[in-house]
């Protein structure tokens, strides 16, 4: 179908007419021709969910929609998961997750630096997250680009043995570890208190998982949460994980989404990881996001 022949509907009951185009790269699919402020069918949202497994991050257009409307689409793959950081939460909306550089009255509207640095969203939770939709609300002129690698592609492309390596490994993933470094370079994280703490103790999850619906390998570690590779010495396990690293982002394995006006990015944090460079204050970058939890990663 092309994008020429794309019909929105709005008559009451009446069905979207959408195409689902990939981006050409390494993950990424746009859906063109759905509003997500209308109704979708339940056989709609299977495609959907398919497009996401299979691409690993799918762009919905132009989508005008309310806070509750970004919920309550959000909910339909899962329930929602809360983040800790709860002054940054969308009052009255404790389901969305303010992510922004814009400062009111000294004092920061959103989550500054949520894409300081690679990492795939509450890997470490017990259940990590599915995946995160994110609306943007405000975005500057520019340096506003939000970064996706695939990390199943990154453990296809490992060589033999460094899988052998790595098989039956686990490792450690902690928001406390994160949460410490980021905060040494950003005036705007307060101390957590230790209720905070206690909600998120370390988990140890597997360093090669299998994707619950697609069935690949995936490479599941991160720069961001991923502490150490339990069973051996530190400087090994911290050598090791700078090259994992730097093979799971790698330019050919890395779709750059610059954002348009009222854009919904939906990625899979079970294949994928993502990175934002913090935007200068000037520019001002306000987005909404909501995270769909996940399975235990087996």
Known sequence: MSVDTLERTRAPGSRQSFEIRPLGGPLGAEVIGLDLDLPVADDQLADLRAALVAHGVVVFRDQRITPQQHVDFSRRFGPLQVHVLNRFHLQNYPEILIVSNVVENGKPIGLVDAGADWHSDLSYMPKPSLGALLHSQELPTERGDTLYANTANAYDTLPLEIKKLLEGKTAVHS?????????????????????????????EHPVITTHPESGRKILFVSEGFTSHIVGIARDESDELLKQLHAH???????????????????????????????????????LYRTTVEGDVPR
């Open 248 to 286: 799971i982002t790698r330019p050919e394995n890395v779709y750059t989404h610059k954002w348009q006006a009222h854009d919904m990015v939906f990625w899979d944090n079970r294949s994928t990881q993502h990175y934002a460079a913090i935007t200068p204050q000037h520019l001002r970058r306000t």
């Open 175 to 203: 928001y406390v570890y994160r949460y410490e470094r980021l905060r040494k370079l950003s005036p705007w994280r307060p101390e957590l208190t230790q209720k905070q703490i206690d909600e998120v103790p370390p988990v």
